[in-house]
């Protein structure tokens, strides 16, 4: 039988910070503050050197990155990844420090969608492009790291070559932990409502030694026998649905938001529920076509008739 993954969330784009992110941020908030203040409390007691450029880069990184709405911000070692990756997903070394450059990984929760929505709104590089989230991840992360040697890759590229196992690497980087089972990344405190999005590869940069590597996160699942038999249920659905003739049809998506929702229902971090239209949705190009235009401001076209 195929298995089918869960379909990814796709990238998220977002503007300048304003006051509709207050009633956002939340708990996320609070980690990339955290996550911040560590990195550059380490700078300070870990001497200095090229050894210990890689938590100034995190910390400027995170800064400037949390503004943006991508409020996950991951360092790790190039090789801790390709360690674990696939061959078809391996990044190649391409500079001085080889396998123990400094990789940095890019995601967000529902802290994005209130700043994506303002870009999109406001910016018509954004609010006017085919694909206005992956169009907002280039020109943010971009952004962040202007004027630095780096390569990028972002989750929504598959070609040979581009193609990156995000959740593995959040996996490794102790972001988040991969259940096999539902091909779920599963967050400490954001549980499965979380998107990967980009991978800067700073090849001049050494990253963390070994000591320094993160722990995986516990798989919440394990410990939770009721959340682990609704996932499993909730999943099997989803994949009996996707496997039957007309599965592919308008709805199915539906299924595959339940077995996020079966983690923990009404989790706190949840995505509003046009977050939830807009990423999922995907197969309704009308829909989509809907929610992009309330964005900009005007009303859908049944209702301007």
Sequence with gaps: MRK?????VKPTEIGPPKAAIAGVVGIAAALVLGLLRRLRNAGKSGGGGRDNEWKT??????????GAGFDIVAPLKLRWYNEIAPDSAKIAPGGAMGDDALVILVGNSKVLWPLFKEAHNSRPEIGDADHPVDTYVDIEVNRAFRGKIRRQFYAHETKPGRLVAVQRMANVAGVAHLDERSHMSIHPHLGPWLAFR????????????????????????????AARRRVDEAFDAALAGYETPGGNAMGQWRLWVKVRDAVAPDHPARYPEDQVMYHYNCLDGEERAKIRSTLRGFAPAEEAA
């Design 4 to 8: 089918k993954p869960e379909p990814e």
């Design 57 to 66: 880069l995190a910390a400027d990184a995170t800064e400037k990155l949390a």
């Design 198 to 225: 980009a991978v800067v590869v700073l090849d001049d940069t050494r990253g963390p030694n070994d000591a320094q590597a993160p722990k995986v996160p516990p798989n919440p699942l394990d410990s939770d026998p």
